[in-house]
């Protein structure tokens, strides 16, 4: 399965801090995404990325969220002051050029507020 | 709004039978489908998809059915393994707008007993 990395894999951070989630897509593609999962419930879409601009957003994605694609390459999500409620697990997500619909997951950032 | 649903949270069987995992959903504008597995901790891993424009989609051990008129669709897991136990997602996808984001169930929490 094609790769897809991010960092860190674990952040604990107090309420109102901010976070900075990273990505690193499959290279060479255009859509970029981000999940979140609140422990034990669903799979959640936060956001796509398309041509360094937002494409989509969910209701979830307010004012403290924010995605950029700082070098090129990689991918990140800030958030910009943290909430208990932030508490998740982030993925990011790429697709392949040639499976289109289909999604690959990063192993996912587990984020602790405090 | 839930429109990808999996009403069974876990399922229970015997290693070497089959494993089916339901999914419903409601949203007609569907037109791709996609299982994920998904351990704890860990992004989750695609399996296999299907468009709507097919009934029955099948790689190795893993099948997946979809029937449009019922809105439904099942994978078939045969044979059952010990290191099939983990969660299922169903997820689908419309070709609303371009970003083609995932709408996921709440996953099914398959165990595979020796």
């Known amino acids: 399965e094609p790769e897809v990395t991010q960092t860190p894999s674990h952040q604990v951070t107090q309420m109102g801090q901010e976070v900075i989630l990273r990505c690193v897509p499959i290279?060479?593609?255009?859509?970029f995404y981000w999940y979140r999962q609140i422990l034990g419930q669903k799979v959640e879409f936060l956001v796509s990325f398309y041509n360094n601009e937002i494409s989509e957003k969910s209701e979830i994605f307010d004012d403290q969220f924010s995605v950029e694609r700082p070098d090129g390459s990689n991918f990140t999500l800030k958030i910009r002051s943290t909430k208990l409620e932030d508490s998740a697990m982030y993925f990011c997500?790429?697709?392949?050029?040639?499976?289109?619909?289909?999604?690959?997951f990063g192993p996912g950032t587990r984020l602790l507020v405090l | 709004d839930q429109q990808v649903k999996q009403n069974s949270p876990s399922l229970s069987v015997q290693e070497g039978r089959i494993s089916i995992l339901n999914c419903d959903y409601t949203n007609s504008m569907f037109d791709y489908f996609l299982w994920y597995k998904k351990y704890p901790a860990e992004g989750p891993t695609f399996l296999i998809s299907i468009s709507s424009i097919k009934d029955k989609n099948e790689d190795g051990r893993f099948t997946v059915f979809l029937n449009k008129s019922a809105k439904h669709l099942s994978l078939h897991i045969v044979p059952s393994q010990p290191g099939d136990s983990a969660v299922y997602f169903c997820?689908?996808?419309?070709?609303?707008?371009?970003?083609?984001?995932?709408?996921f169930g709440s996953g099914t929490q398959l165990t595979v007993l020796p």
């Open positions: 997500a790429s697709p392949l050029a040639d499976k289109i619909g289909t999604q690959y």
């Open positions: 997820a689908a996808s419309d070709p609303k707008g371009s970003a083609r984001q995932l709408t």
């Open positions: 290279s060479n593609h255009l859509y």
